[in-house]
């Protein structure tokens, strides 16, 4: 299957060191968001823009590798993405307006999506016979990059060092996948009949245009609360970037152990229950305060855990002649949809704040009702996908049900 000796756990570590780089961008970002607001004099609407940014350049990133994968192989993409975190994060860095921040934004979003690009199929074509687990234990990196990020953008937020070094910080993780990246042999495979043409053509089937839609859907649900986090819930009496420790925490445990939940529930009953427990755990959110709030937010933890990794799993599995092209058109799905929503979102907390404050009592705090009006809101994406999931479910069981019955049908044709 390949023609140089390749150690694929370090290609695994290396992929996982990189995933966690891009988490880190969400958490470290969401934790400076209100500085930056208050630094540049930006409003929510703003700062929405300057997020989407970040989520759009992963589409069009994970667009490029899904159509070029094949051509130019996992360790050009791979080293794509290297140059363009430390382009993106150095622009940061030295930003000094509202441009400076939308440009590079775009760049870091652009890294982000060249590493999901690179490293899904690869992983994927590296474990065929547990893609699903596999691709879970891989996206335990996002969670605990987030948990990290957070983590280091609290203690750095309170030891005073502003969002310059904070973003600086993230060099360290970069530099060192980088020098992997260098060092290492990457596999190659036999395409046989996954050349891009082919993969074009699938893209095209019922069943993949669902699941790019419950993408889109998914996404939003896990990765647009979880950038706004640090507004929405600032009034809660809880602190949100521990609500977000201890949300992406959990989740690196979850992922870890997918293996047996997803060989007891399979992959449509594991997305189902995700999405009833992510409803659960968005409208206790908004109507919780104090430390309820980290009760809430560990239902809601287990209802998004799942979604990423065993999306893309299902397609690999079900739509695996799509390749490369369908992970990269699935994960940019999700972030396209998530960048058109992040300004959306901004706009719902500013709009939020506005009417609170003109109907403001005494001994009730505007943002508090503002930030639980917003997470009531966004209830509404995962109660769709409770009623997509539950068709999901049963289309795959009589589907797989047929296909059993056809194949004991042919094996009595032969024996007779």
Request: glycine share 10%; hydrophobic share 50%.
């Amino acid at each position: 299957m390949t023609k140089e000796k390749v150690n694929h756990k370090n290609i695994f570590i290396l992929c996982c060191i990189a995933l966690s780089v891009t988490a880190m961008t969400f958490a470290i970002r969401a934790g400076i968001l209100g500085e930056l607001g208050a630094n540049f004099g930006l409003s929510s609407t703003e700062l929405g823009w300057i997020n989407s940014m970040a989520f759009l350049g992963f589409p069009i990133a994970t667009i490029f590798g899904g159509f070029f994968y094949n051509t130019l192989g996992a360790k050009k993409l791979i080293t794509l993405a290297f140059f363009s975190h430390l382009l993106g994060l150095g622009l940061t860095i030295v930003a000094g307006d509202f441009w400076g921040l939308f440009i590079s934004s775009l760049f870091v979003g652009f890294a982000n999506g060249s590493v999901e690009a690179a490293c899904n199929p690869l992983i994927a074509d590296s474990y065929t016979k547990n893609k699903s687990t596999m691709l879970n234990k891989f996206h335990v990196w996002f969670p605990a990059g987030i948990v990290i990020g957070a983590l280091v953008s609290k203690f750095m937020t309170d030891a005073g060092l502003g969002w310059q070094i904070q973003i600086a910080f993230m060099l360290i993780p970069t530099l060192i996948y980088g020098m992997m990246i260098f060092k290492s042999a990457f596999p190659t495979f036999e395409r046989e009949e996954k050349s891009t043409t082919n993969n074009f053509k699938a893209l095209f089937s019922p069943l993949f245009i669902f699941m790019i839609i419950c993408m889109t859907l998914t996404a939003t649900t896990e990765l647009a609360t979880g950038q706004w986090i640090n507004t929405i819930l600032e009034a809660s009496g809880a602190s949100p970037m521990l609500a977000l420790a201890m949300i992406t925490g959990l989740m690196a445990v979850l992922r870890y152990f997918a293996g047996p939940v997803i060989n007891k529930f399979n992959t449509t009953g594991v997305l189902l229950f995700s999405a009833i427990f992510a409803t659960i755990g968005l409208y206790l959110l908004s109507v919780t305060t104090g430390t309820m709030t980290y009760l809430s937010a560990i239902i809601f933890a287990i209802g998004i855990t799942y979604f990423w990794p065993t999306m893309l799993g299902f397609v690999a599995e079900n739509n695996h002649e799509t390749g490369a092209l369908g992970l990269s058109m699935m994960g940019g799905a999700g972030m396209f949809a998530v960048s058109m929503w992040n300004p959306v979102v901004g706009g719902w907390i500013d709009k939020a704040k506005e009417k609170a404050l003109s109907a403001v009592t005494e001994g009730v705090d505007p943002d508090l009702i503002a930030g639980q009006a917003v997470l009531s809101t966004l209830t509404t994406f995962p109660i769709i996908l409770i009623f997509a999931f539950g068709g999901l479910y049963f289309y795959m069981r009589n589907r797989n049900a047929n296909k059993q019955e056809n194949t004991k049908e042919e094996i009595e044709t032969q024996i007779n």
